[in-house]
């Protein structure tokens, strides 16, 4: 039963390389990855890797093969980010390797290299805005990362991408007589998606986020909030 219903992620392997000038400008990234996705079929876990591997970093050249392997282990089933953990450790760790090489620190070479709005995607798609450099610039600054460290401690900063689904949805927000708010919503809280609104839903009316009040009515009377998935419920409900 745990096989059958539970199954695991896939196995994979992954050869990375990435090439830079002495000046520590991105020349191009080589990739091959295998998918161990058991039997029973595949999920398409090569053609996202090859997304989710262009896509941290501004490479003007580009070259990746993908592949979903059957074997007769148990058929694979996403856990979180389907394809992502394994391409993500791979980039970074190169990343870091390439960061050496030409004398730069890890964070900031990163930083130099990621995507800005606008920028072409491996896909064709144009990057929208982009919240990662205001991320890694503020995780570099953190004190955690600048101060020294101590005999055989190490400190590292990684960059994770993944791809998230959007769906139309709307909700509802109400002053209460007190001064706070109800935010009336139609997803299912599953993991914490709650507090995400209220904060989202405090900033814009400028009330502190406890008195923020989560209401999920049932499908009769809910704002529509889309199907229960994964990476999705802040993309589609947020802005609503």
Partial sequence: ????????SASAVAEVEVAASAAGDLLGLRARVWY?????????????????????YRFPAYDYHGYDVQTNKTPIA????????????????AMDELAREVNADPAEFKLRHL????????????????????CLDRARRHP?????????????IAVGVWLGVREPASAACRVEPDGSLALQVGYVDLTGTDTTMAILAADAFGVE????????????????????????????NGPA
């Fill in 115 to 134: 995507p800005r709005e606008g920028d072409e995607r491996t896909d064709g798609k144009r990057w929208p805005p982009v919240t990662m450099i205001e």
């Fill in 209 to 236: 986020v406890e008195r923020v009040r989560i209401e999920a009515g049932d499908t009769g009377v809910a704002p529509f909030g889309g199907s229960s998935g994964g990476s999705k419920t802040t993309y589609s």
């Fill in 78 to 93: 996403p856990y979180r980010a389907p394809s992502a953990p394994p391409v993500n450790f791979a980039i970074e760790s």
């Fill in 36 to 56: 161990d996705t058991g039997a029973g079929g595949t999920r398409g876990m090569a053609g996202s890797a090859a997304i989710l591997l262009g896509a941290a």
């Fill in 144 to 156: 955690l990362y600048t101060r020294p460290r101590d005999r055989g401690e190490g400190v590292g």
């Fill in 1 to 8: 039963e745990e096989f059958l219903y539970g199954r695991p």
